[in-house]
């Protein structure tokens, strides 16, 4: 493999010229790795080693193409070029060699370089053959030691590349886990969300706990959690077949802004305490956003009610409070079906079916009710102030208007007045 140059290290790739690259300069890292395996990716993330004057190149390359400049670390020289479909991070060497630079990376798989002025891939750690055995093996236990979120970012890695952990790097692992919580929360949950969007993910996650790493950040899981977790993307595969429309809606992001997935919420949703107030304060230690905190903690609440919901009453209420949170919901509710009451394949979906399909229909007044009457007209046609009751007089016309008891704006002022009487 190392003889192997990957057409994707090709410098007619990169969204720049190699003219602009000095002499000499490395690829390295993530982008050198994957190309090796033959992973291809829609976004490209590179990473270059220069051995002087790092962040002067990146400010001339992002001049020259008018793209983005970020000065990640002025203390070891790390800029960022962001193009718009690629980044490139220009890196100081560390050490006086590319060797000393690489042998203070965290895995061999990591630490292969690639020098595109002269096509050469320079391996010093053997790198190679740990990507063809599929293994990931330490550099040295203190360059673990160094940066703690390399500890997690092993089973992240493992995860993604369907690699195994080498034993003695998992032993080093398990007896620096502890070391782990002095990372940044936010650099946490990064990892964190990487391995519930990857298939192995729930795997990793649960050798991570046996091996001492995620208590510190999830200390309510038990064994339970992490067999919930094992079916969440199961159950996500039996809404899709039935439901593709349900099955996209799982794939979209919380919000443009927060890239967790719904079916990401149900996934955090299965490691956390089950009572929605504890589970907030552990979200919020992680630095989770608002909206994924709220999207958690609704789909905790919300999810038994789902099968009890039986009446237009009481589903109103549950469309009503789980808004776009709903498909989380579906999912936490087949989850629980699948484990505690052993319910497998189409079975466990009888009793969400009409459920998901009233939320599905965008014309059904249950799940997406349209108002007969505003707030500002009923408070004209009733002569009432602004007040909590307006919110309730309109709900109660809404159940209403779903239960045929009124069709007309002048037929829901009537109902509306009723109730005030009483």
Known sequence: MSGFIPSTLAPENWPFSLEWLPQPAYMV?????????????????????????????????????????????????????????????FAQQEGDSLETDLHRRDFTVNAIAYNPHTQEIIDPLNGCADLQAGVLRMIAKANLKDDP?????????????????????????????????QVAAERVRVEIGYLLASPQGHTWMAIAENDGLLKQFFPNTTPESFRKLAVVDEVADLL???????????????????????????????????????AEIELQKLTYSRAEIRAVTTALKLFPQLKTANTQREQYFVFQEA????????????????????????????????????????DDLVAHPTQLVSGKNLMIALDIPPSPLVGELLTEIAIARIEGKVTTTEAAIAFARQLLKG
Not at 65 to 78: E, K, N, S, T
Not at 327 to 344: H, N, P
Request: with cysteine; hydrophobic share 45%; glycine share 6%.
């Open 29 to 89: 890292g993530g982008a050198v790795r994957d190309a090796m395996l033959g992973r291809s990716r829609e976004y490209l993330d590179l990473d270059f080693v220069i051995p002087s004057d790092a962040v002067k190149v990146a400010r001339t390359i992002a001049h020259r193409y008018q793209a983005g400049f970020v000065l990640l670390d002025p203390v070891r020289r790390i800029a960022r070029v962001v193009f718009p479909q690629a980044t490139a991070d």
């Open 323 to 362: 808004g776009m949170v709903f498909a989380a919901i579906a999912v936490l509710a087949l989850v629980q079906d699948t484990l505690v009451e052993a319910m497998s394949g189409d079975n466990r979906l009888s009793a969400y079916s009409p459920l998901i399909t009233r939320y599905l229909n965008p």
């Open 240 to 278: 899709t077949k039935h439901w593709p429309q349900l099955g996209a809606e799982l794939q979209g992001y919380v919000r443009e802004t927060v890239k967790t997935t719904w079916l990401g919420i149900a996934k955090l949703a299965c490691l956390v305490h089950p009572d929605p107030r504890v």
């Open 149 to 181: 979120l390399r500890l997690l970012r092993a089973y992240r890695q493992a995860a993604q590349l369907g690699f195994t952990i080498e034993p003695a790097t998992q032993a080093a692992i398990r007896d620096l886990a502890s070391q782990l919580c």
